[in-house]
């Protein structure tokens, strides 16, 4: 995570994003400051905006399927 190595060696998926969070915490005083990079940190460790963003396609997409196959417009 934070240590900058991946699972499978490398550098890790989510280290640039932190780094530039733990950067901004370092150089600020306002802790309110980083709340933009810090959700994005958090959005890359655990995908939840993606996730909901997927839910809601796929409930259009199936909802799209069920209106054709009524042959509704």
């Not at 460790?45 to 997409?61: D, I, N």
């Amino acid at each position: 995570m934070s240590s900058g190595f991946g699972a499978f060696g490398g550098q890790g998926r989510c280290y640039p994003v932190w780094s530039k969070f733990n950067e901004c915490m370092s150089t600020t005083s306002e802790v309110k400051e980083c709340t933009v990079i810090r959700n994005d940190y958090i959005e890359c460790l655990h995908h939840r905006r993606e996730f909901e963003e997927v839910k809601k396609l796929h409930a259009k997409h199936a909802e799209a399927e069920a209106i054709a196959a009524t042959g509704e417009k």
